[in-house]
């Protein structure tokens, strides 16, 4: 289904109950973004503040549940575009010999060919209005977490063009705004933008960048989707919204954008220009990334409809808004990297805790020895998936949604030394916890059954709890996982008292350890947190090859469980040289603002700031965390 505009998509969210307007006076500055993260973390409904000191609404999650994500795509369910491109692909890959077969695939290549972008002369509906003078400061950016740098432009779907071949790319990438007419422009350093940006520099040219905001909100989910090199993004949302997108020349450059955006803000990176100290920015991790060096967007025109809506969203500890973005990757793409790549998977499901790259969980056909750790290495080799950290690999017989399904699968199946896998390459940008920026290490574990040739794994004791318990007095512990039959621990550690490694060899020799297959190390103050929680700090604290060793036997070889240290890291205790990030809280003062205003919101029930169960995580009032 193709909205016409955003107000569109706005009636229909209202007309389906997923919509709240909020008339009451709210600022973009924090409050916005705590009303927000309530609703998130409480499944709760989009939102539309009217109030916020500006001309223009604010819309924000949006997307923040399976059916809202639906509805902005046009399914009843994110698998019905996944089997549309499954039939799309295996059309066009299908081996044709004879004339008449080769005919038969007209209808999809004319298919294939009505979702290309089509060209709109004169204005379009995002150009109504031309401001006289170009000023952000006139749109409702939100700043969202206290120690953010400044105000966030969270929803940019950014567009520029290689200077050479003239291939366009659409991309996202939060926009930090300096001024009424200069921005940052957070171009990740794998990312197609920032290619082009390159290539802008060697030639010595201005790059004239485009940015759109609202408009269908397909186009915004196409904007984060990890489309391969050189795919059009908005081929993919003609695809999607089962109409070509209607683009429209850009008033001050030759870029092209939706002709039925909200705002269009055009202008030019200067690559002989120094870059600008942008951030910190409270990021999806659920910490903050931490302020670096990044290119100067100078605006030279803002346009936008009379009725223009101002699309936002926050990011932060999971869940939030852009879960259901990714789950829309997750099930969307799935055919491409079974198709083209893996024929033998049959799912994959990136948990909440993993926060997208943390955490992949896939399954497979397995019919020889080996495959899992086939699929890991081809799987870090593709695209987006090199971010990857933890990859776990299961038979065809287990629900990947099904989190104690797949715990209870580890522990059975899982020998924490020789089902293992380490491997270096690329992280995500925004890994604070490898030793160095953009590169470090991933584990794979293979939790299949294992076929002859493969080592096969028993539990050879079951953990005695009250003798756990006994030899581990003096220490921080939650048992909470051994009393429920899995065979891990969770130990709090304080690294002023105590050495990790020869502690644990300590437990190790000491039978502590004994019928345990992972031993999880943390920070005291973490112990005895949510397990989900500690899921997602412990995949965000830690770079694999470095925090994940054994003890040593009577012979000097690695034995007994798995040790993760997933503890903050630190100069003094690890001789870790980077800062370390804090993690995102609201500020009290904002928070009893919100509570005081709850009840004129019409919001029903009071909903308790999330921040309140992280306050103890976090070590001062900065972006940085103390060593």
């Given at each position: 289904?193709?909205?016409p505009?955003?107000?569109?998509?706005?009636?229909?969210?209202?007309?389906?109950?997923?919509?709240v307007?909020?008339?009451?006076?709210?600022?973009?500055?924090?409050?916005?973004?705590?009303?927000?993260?309530?609703?998130?973390?409480?499944?709760?409904?989009?939102?539309?503040?009217?109030?916020?000191?500006?001309?223009?609404?604010?819309?924000?999650n949006?997307m923040?549940?399976?059916?809202?994500?639906c509805?902005?795509?046009?399914?009843?369910?994110?698998?019905?575009?996944?089997?549309?491109?499954?039939?799309?692909?295996?059309g066009?890959?299908?081996?044709?010999?004879?004339?008449?077969?080769?005919l038969?695939?007209?209808?999809?290549?004319?298919?294939?060919?009505?979702?290309m972008?089509?060209?709109?002369?004169?204005?379009?509906?995002?150009?109504?209005?031309?401001?006289?003078?170009?000023?952000?400061?006139k749109?409702?950016?939100?700043?969202?977490?206290?120690?953010?740098?400044?105000?966030?432009?969270?929803?940019p779907?950014?567009h520029?063009?290689?200077?050479?071949?003239?291939?366009?790319?659409?991309?996202?990438?939060?926009?930090?705004?300096?001024?009424?007419?200069?921005?940052?422009?957070?171009?990740?350093?794998?990312?197609?933008?920032?290619?082009?940006?390159r290539?802008?520099?060697?030639l010595?040219?201005?790059?004239?960048?485009?940015?759109?905001?609202?408009?269908d909100?397909?186009?915004?989910?196409?904007?984060?989707?990890?489309?391969?090199?050189?795919?059009?993004?908005?081929?993919?949302?003609?695809?999607?919204?089962?109409?070509k997108?209607?683009?429209?020349?850009?008033?001050t450059?030759?870029?092209?954008?939706?002709?039925?955006?909200?705002?269009?803000?055009?202008?030019?990176?200067?690559?002989?220009?120094?870059l600008?100290?942008?951030?910190?920015?409270?990021?999806?991790?659920?910490?903050?990334s931490?302020?670096?060096?990044?290119?100067?967007?100078?605006?030279?025109?803002?346009?936008?409809?009379?009725?223009?809506?101002?699309p936002?969203?926050?990011?932060?500890i999971?869940?939030?808004?852009?879960?259901?973005?990714?789950?829309?990757?997750e099930?969307?793409?799935?055919?491409?990297?079974?198709?083209?790549?893996?024929?033998e998977?049959?799912?994959?499901?990136?948990?909440d805790?993993?926060?997208?790259?943390?955490?992949?969980?896939?399954?497979?056909?397995?019919?020889?020895?080996?495959?899992a750790?086939?699929?890991?290495?081809?799987?870090?080799?593709?695209?987006?998936m090199?971010?990857?950290?933890?990859?776990?690999?299961?038979?065809?017989?287990?629900?990947?949604?099904?989190?104690?399904?797949?715990a209870?699968?580890?522990?059975?199946q899982?020998?924490?030394?020789?089902?293992?896998?380490?491997?270096?390459g690329?992280?995500?940008?925004?890994?604070h916890?490898?030793?160095?920026?953009?590169?470090?290490s991933?584990?794979?574990?293979?939790?299949?059954?294992?076929?002859?040739?493969?080592?096969?794994?028993?539990?050879?004791?079951?953990?005695?709890?009250d003798g756990?318990?006994?030899?581990l007095?003096?220490?921080?512990c939650?048992?909470?996982?051994v009393?429920?039959?899995?065979?891990?621990?969770?130990?709090?550690?304080?690294?002023?008292?105590?050495?990790?490694?020869?502690n644990?060899q300590?437990?190790?020799?000491?039978?502590?350890?004994?019928?345990?297959?992972w031993?999880?190390?943390?920070d005291?103050?973490?112990?005895n947190?949510?397990?989900?929680?500690?899921?997602?700090?412990?995949?965000?604290?830690?770079?694999?090859?470095?925090?994940?060793?054994?003890?040593l036997?009577?012979?000097?070889?690695?034995?007994?469980?798995?040790?993760?240290?997933?503890?903050?890291?630190?100069?003094s205790?690890d001789?870790?040289?980077r800062?370390?990030?804090?993690?995102?809280?609201?500020?009290?003062?904002?928070?009893?603002?919100?509570?005081?205003?709850?009840?004129?919101?019409?919001?029903?029930?009071?909903?308790?700031?999330?921040?309140?169960?992280?306050?103890?995580?976090?070590?001062?009032?900065?972006?940085?965390?103390?060593?």
């Amino acid at each position: 289904m193709a909205y016409p505009n955003l107000q569109s998509f706005v009636q229909s969210l209202d007309q389906a109950g997923e919509l709240v307007t909020i008339n009451e006076p709210v600022s973009p500055h924090l409050q916005i973004s705590e009303i927000t993260d309530r609703l998130c973390k409480n499944d709760g409904k989009a939102l539309l503040f009217t109030n916020n000191g500006t001309q223009f609404p604010v819309l924000i999650n949006s997307m923040g549940s399976e059916k809202r994500m639906c509805m902005a795509l046009g399914v009843q369910l994110l698998d019905d575009v996944a089997k549309k491109i499954e039939g799309l692909i295996a059309g066009l890959m299908t081996p044709r010999d004879t004339f008449f077969s080769k005919l038969s695939l007209l209808p999809t290549l004319a298919e294939v060919a009505a979702f290309m972008p089509g060209h709109k002369k004169g204005k379009g509906a995002c150009q109504e209005v031309v401001m006289e003078k170009p000023d952000l400061t006139k749109l409702p950016v939100l700043t969202c977490w206290p120690a953010d740098g400044g105000p966030f432009i969270t929803l940019p779907v950014v567009h520029t063009r290689h200077p050479e071949t003239g291939v366009r790319n659409v991309g996202m990438y939060r926009m930090q705004v300096f001024g009424p007419d200069k921005t940052g422009m957070h171009w990740h350093l794998h990312k197609n933008s920032a290619a082009h940006y390159r290539e802008y520099k060697r030639l010595g040219l201005k790059m004239p960048v485009a940015v759109a905001l609202g408009g269908d909100p397909v186009y915004t989910y196409s904007a984060t989707a990890p489309l391969p090199e050189n795919i059009d993004e908005y081929m993919l949302a003609g695809f999607l919204r089962k109409k070509k997108v209607e683009l429209v020349k850009c008033l001050t450059s030759e870029l092209e954008v939706p002709s039925d955006a909200d705002f269009i803000i055009e202008g030019y990176v200067d690559p002989a220009e120094d870059l600008i100290l942008e951030g910190p920015f409270g990021d999806h991790t659920g910490f903050y990334s931490l302020a670096d060096y990044y290119p100067i967007f100078h605006v030279t025109c803002i346009t936008h409809r009379k009725n223009a809506i101002y699309p936002t969203t926050i990011v932060g500890i999971p869940p939030q808004e852009d879960k259901w973005l990714g789950k829309a990757t997750e099930r969307i793409f799935l055919p491409l990297i079974k198709l083209s790549m893996l024929p033998e998977i049959l799912d994959m499901v990136m948990p909440d805790e993993g926060v997208f790259h943390n955490i992949v969980l896939v399954k497979i056909r397995k019919t020889y020895p080996g495959q899992a750790q086939k699929v890991m290495n081809s799987m870090w080799g593709a695209g987006q998936m090199m971010f990857n950290k933890i990859l776990v690999v299961t038979d065809a017989d287990i629900d990947l949604n099904d989190s104690k399904a797949v715990a209870e699968l580890i522990c059975k199946q899982v020998h924490p030394i020789d089902d293992v896998l380490f491997n270096r390459g690329p992280v995500d940008v925004l890994d604070h916890s490898s030793n160095r920026f953009a590169l470090g290490s991933k584990l794979g574990i293979d939790a299949t059954l294992k076929l002859p040739g493969e080592n096969s794994f028993i539990q050879l004791s079951k953990p005695n709890i009250d003798g756990i318990s006994q030899k581990l007095i003096g220490h921080f512990c939650n048992i909470s996982l051994v009393s429920k039959g899995f065979p891990i621990l969770i130990i709090g550690l304080d690294k002023s008292k105590t050495n990790l490694r020869p502690n644990h060899q300590k437990l190790f020799d000491n039978g502590a350890l004994d019928g345990i297959n992972w031993v999880v190390y943390v920070d005291t103050e973490v112990v005895n947190i949510r397990i989900s929680d500690i899921v997602w700090l412990v995949a965000n604290n830690i770079d694999p090859l470095r925090d994940c060793f054994y003890a040593l036997n009577e012979n000097g070889q690695a034995a007994g469980p798995m040790a993760i240290d997933g503890s903050r890291k630190s100069l003094s205790f690890d001789n870790f040289k980077r800062q370390w990030p804090n993690v995102l809280v609201m500020d009290d003062s904002t928070i009893n603002e919100v509570d005081a205003m709850w009840g004129k919101l019409g919001l029903g029930k009071l909903l308790a700031s999330p921040s309140l169960n992280y306050k103890g995580l976090v070590k001062n009032d900065g972006a940085v965390a103390e060593g």
